[in-house]
């Protein structure tokens, strides 16, 4: 189903990121070769969608800005969100992986929400998004939602993400840009989801 099997690759990530590492730098290569020439009109369109916010490929701000904004958060809020590390080290790493399509949104130059599409040479990506803590219950989630879906449909990309079956706010706000269908429960309990058009 994925480029490896999600356990397989949480712990690689976790034990061997020597290993990781020279896997992802495969996997950004064949991703780049396969979707480089739709991407850039992909992402002015999304970047159109994402308006009135300023939506900015992290690898045009500064690591330290976001690892900023991250730390900047609740400690409860990292409960549902642990896709990769924060501090600045990690973040720069991310800013150098071509397959690792995120960005941030601003308004008035500040950050007020992330959001990725950890994506796979062979048709597939994950999804992951976050909204500043100052910034909830604006809509900012729902349009994150809506424009990585864009992104993965334009690419033709199949997309999951996992969700804890507690996280009701992140399935109702998903639900509102595409549809959630089951695959499975993970290890640790969560969902994992495919994405589908409504």
Known sequence: MTALPYKIAHQLRDHTPWLWN??????????????????????TEATKMAEPFEM?????????ELAAFFHGQPEDLYYWFTPHGFDSTDIAQLQKNAS???????????????????CYFNGQCYFGRLVDCQHTKQGIG??????????????H??????????NIASIKSCAKAYRLQPVKTIANGDILYKNCKL
């Open 142 to 155: 729902t349009l994150m939602n809506k424009v990585s879906f864009y992104i993965s449909e334009s690419l």
């Open 100 to 118: 690792f399509l995120a960005y941030a949104l601003r308004h008035e130059g500040q950050i007020v929400g992330y959001f990725f599409l950890r």
């Open 22 to 43: 020279r896997i992802e730098h495969a996997n950004a290569t064949l991703f780049l070769h396969r979707y480089k020439d739709r991407l850039a009109t992909v992402e």
């Open 56 to 64: 900015v490929r992290i690898s045009d701000i500064p690591a330290e």
């Open 157 to 166: 990309l199949e997309s999951y993400q996992t969700i804890s079956k507690s």
